[in-house]
């Protein structure tokens, strides 16, 4: 009795198993391709709120930190935030015991000049800082904020941590906007969920 020897078979795919293949991965790419094109905008100007609010609250304890005022100015040309640190005040025409108290304060190294720079996809619109005491409305040495030559906005941490406060809008290309206050009595900075901060669309676009 002949016994045959069975060979597997290789069974291929079909056209029409390889057109529906091709199908759903297109179906799937379309949905999840944009979603992590959003994904990664919304991650990117995540990242830039951070930044932005960060710098302002390092102004504030830099200024109370090394007991000086410390300046956050904004050139709109080149959308830069720099942040700039005086050195301590001398403390040799102050009493000795107050001159002792303060000797720590005086020896810390004063940081050097912090920038952030916003991406070409991001907006720094609106940012009103509030006014100052002297009569030309510009601002004071004190502490206050003032816009100076060529568009720049200053405004200025007190060494008690206080300020003239300002208000700032962060726009981005992708639609995301967030509003921020540094609040005067505080110096401290929030972002306003009244106007959905960190998802508002862009002018145009639906809510």
Do not use: C
């Amino acid at each position: 009795m002949n016994e045959r020897t069975r060979r597997p078979t290789h069974r291929g795919f079909t056209l029409i198993e390889l057109i529906v293949i091709i199908m759903i991965i297109t179906i799937m790419s379309s949905i999840v391709v944009p979603a992590y094109a959003r994904f990664w905008a919304k991650a990117r100007f995540d990242a830039t709120v951070r930044n932005v609010t960060d710098v302002f609250r390092q102004a504030r304890e830099l200024a109370i930190a090394h007991d000086v005022t410390t300046t956050v100015t904004f050139n709109p040309g080149s959308a830069t935030l720099t942040l700039t640190t005086p050195p301590s005040a001398s403390v040799s025409d102050q009493p000795s015991a107050l001159a002792e108290a303060d000797d720590s304060n005086a020896n810390d190294p004063v940081p050097p000049p912090r920038e952030e720079t916003l991406g070409e996809e991001f907006r720094l619109d609106d940012f009103v800082a509030g006014g100052g005491n002297n009569n030309n409305g510009n601002g004071d040495a004190h502490g206050g904020a003032r816009s100076g030559a060529g568009g720049l906005t200053e405004l200025r941490f007190r060494s008690d941590g206080t300020t003239d406060g300002a208000r700032l809008t962060l726009s981005s290309a992708s639609g995301y906007r967030a509003q921020m206050t540094v609040w005067p009595a505080t110096g401290r900075v929030t972002l306003d969920d009244s106007d959905n901060a960190n998802q508002s669309p862009a002018p145009g676009q639906s809510r």
